[in-house]
Nanobody, 123 residues
Framework: QVQVSESGGGSVQAGEGLNLSCTVS????????LGWFRQAPGQKREVVAC???????YIPDYVKGRFTISQDNAKNTLYLQMNSLKPEDTALYYC?????????????????WGQGTQVTVSS
């Protein structure tokens, strides 16, 4: 059984940073495509970073330069370093994984999801 679990969310002031972590078990972590997504109330779930099994990364323009994705295969852990946070970054942040040989920016493509961790940024 695949389990995905996020941690590291919290409440911060604008300009501060947070580092989210995601552990994945029950599947070969190093062979997974992995992604971070977020969803604000009333909004669609959107990608904020993803990384393929060959370590190719994608960061959308709206967080590029502020968010960094990385992984530690020895710890089966995915990270999202978020710097210079803005109030519009407030959302529930999800980690997603999939064992297929590809990478997608679309949430529906991923088979395994965590429960999410809340990030709240106040001005």
């Amino acid at each position: 059984q695949v389990q995905v679990s996020e941690s590291g969310g919290g409440s911060v002031q604008a300009g501060e940073g947070l580092n989210l972590s995601c552990t994945v078990s029950g599947v070969a972590f190093e062979n997974c495509a992995l992604g971070w997504f977020r969803q604000a109330p009333g909004q669609k779930r959107e990608v904020v970073a993803c990384i393929s099994r060959s370590a190719d990364t994608y960061i959308p323009d709206y967080v590029k330069g502020r968010f960094t994705i990385s992984q530690d295969n020895a710890k089966n852990t995915l990270y999202l370093q978020m710097n210079s946070l803005k109030p519009e970054d407030t959302a529930l942040y999800y980690c997603a994984a999939d064992s297929r040989l590809s990478l997608s920016l679309e949430p529906d493509w991923y088979n395994y999801w965590g429960q999410g961790t809340q990030v709240t940024v106040s001005s």
